[in-house]
């Protein structure tokens, strides 16, 4: 199992922020539910030569498309829309690290939207601790467990088209970012 620590934990004010406006939050969520589907399904249009990384694509695309008519199911109850999609700064700033080349590039990503399903992993956890309805609870704990499944899938894949000392290198590299860009982010109502 190809698992890792993030290096810097969620300040724990985050989850009191996200609790103070849940509808932007889950507008947000929504979103983020809907864009990684759609990525996955990129990644195999993008790497037809990735049979292994197809299927995991395919199957991340469906549950990820799966979460998202969860969140709609919870916005349609509360009177919620979708809004235009805002630019993510957490993910925009991630992006920024995503070296040319076609190996570097099929790696960084692979390796970054680990981090973020690691970090969507510890963050829907925090929010399944803190909420009170039962259900809710319920929901972002099950959520917790799909990135979980979801951020060592992206690991399975980097250590199958990449050498074993080439990913743990990166990893490091790319974790340090992530610890920097979510120190220098304020919190927000969003996953990220």
Not at 54 to 65: H, K
Request: glycine share 2%; hydrophobic share 45%.
């Amino acid at each position: 199992m190809h698992t890792y620590e993030l290096r810097c934990a969620t300040d724990p004010a985050w989850v009191e922020v996200v609790k103070s406006d849940f509808d932007r939050f889950l507008i947000d969520h929504a979103a983020c539910e809907r864009k990684a589907s759609a990525l996955a399904m990129s990644m195999v249009q993008h790497y037809p030569d990735k049979p292994e990384l197809i299927q995991g694509m395919i199957d991340l695309a469906i549950e990820e498309l799966a979460h998202f008519r969860e969140v709609m199911k919870l916005m349609v109850q509360r009177g919620l829309r979708q809004s235009n999609d805002e630019k993510d700064p957490y993910i925009n700033a991630l992006l920024k690290h995503v070296r040319k080349g076609h190996a570097e590039y099929l790696l960084d990503r692979l390796l970054i939207f680990s981090i973020v399903e690691r970090r969507g992993h510890e963050r829907f956890y925090l929010m399944g601790q803190a909420l009170e309805d039962e259900k809710l609870k319920d929901f972002y704990v099950r959520l917790a467990n799909a990135e979980h499944r979801h951020y060592t899938l992206f690991m399975q894949l980097a250590h199958r088209y990449f050498d074993s000392a080439m990913v743990s290198a990166r990893l490091d590299e790319l974790l340090d970012a992530e610890a920097d860009i979510v120190r220098r982010l304020p919190l927000r109502p969003a996953v990220h």
